[in-house]
């Protein structure tokens, strides 16, 4: 509570002096290459390291430490995001090196996900199929079937069917529901 009775109010940052946080000061690197010595030696300290090795063990993404090491270093006046700008990739290719080195299975952070992969799969799928009947010169049986799973599979791309259907309410909880509405939440017993 007495964290929350020292946090700033609004606009004080207009009547403090200026220069009081390190953000409002100039970068204490301006030199992209010095920056990337900079977190290069940061990141190869062996307290740092296994640290590293631990979270990319974890499964914590690439692109969430560059970003992490990369937004401490501007809010303690490091360097300038214009800096993290230009040295993002080659910190991210440091933390690739560190997980491979150690024989970790990484993630970046910017993988698709499964579950839209399959959606455009599907969607690719169901345009060859349409595409397959445009060419069809002679209509039969298959081409019927044809037509018609590519109806389904474009309906269910719009409507997915997650899970089993919700059951029926049986009697008894319909007539009890008018009941429990009139009472309230804190009637029920």
Do not use: C
């Amino acid at each position: 509570m007495a964290d929350l009775l020292n946090a700033p109010i609004p606009g004080q940052s207009l009547t403090d002096s200026p220069k009081n946080y390190p953000w409002e000061r100039p970068p204490e690197i301006v030199d992209p290459r010095e920056a990337i010595k900079f977190h290069l030696d940061g990141l190869t300290e062996p307290e740092a390291l296994d640290n590293i090795v631990e979270m990319l063990q974890l499964g914590v993404p690439v692109n969430a430490i560059t970003q992490t090491a990369l937004t401490t270093a501007q809010m303690e006046g490091i360097h300038s995001i214009d800096v993290s700008l230009i040295i993002g990739n080659v910190i991210n290719e440091e933390l690739i090196s560190i997980a491979e080195e150690a024989g970790i299975d990484y993630k970046m952070g910017d993988e698709p996900d499964q579950a839209e992969v399959e959606l455009k799969e599907e969607q690719e799928t169901v345009a060859l199929l349409r595409r397959k009947l445009r060419d069809i010169k002679e209509e039969d049986a298959g081409t019927e079937l044809m037509r018609q799973t590519a109806d389904m599979m474009a309906n269910s791309e719009e409507e997915p069917i997650e899970g089993p259907a919700p059951e029926m309410m049986d009697v008894e909880a319909e007539q009890e529901m008018p009941q429990m509405q009139q009472r309230g939440l804190m009637a029920r017993g």
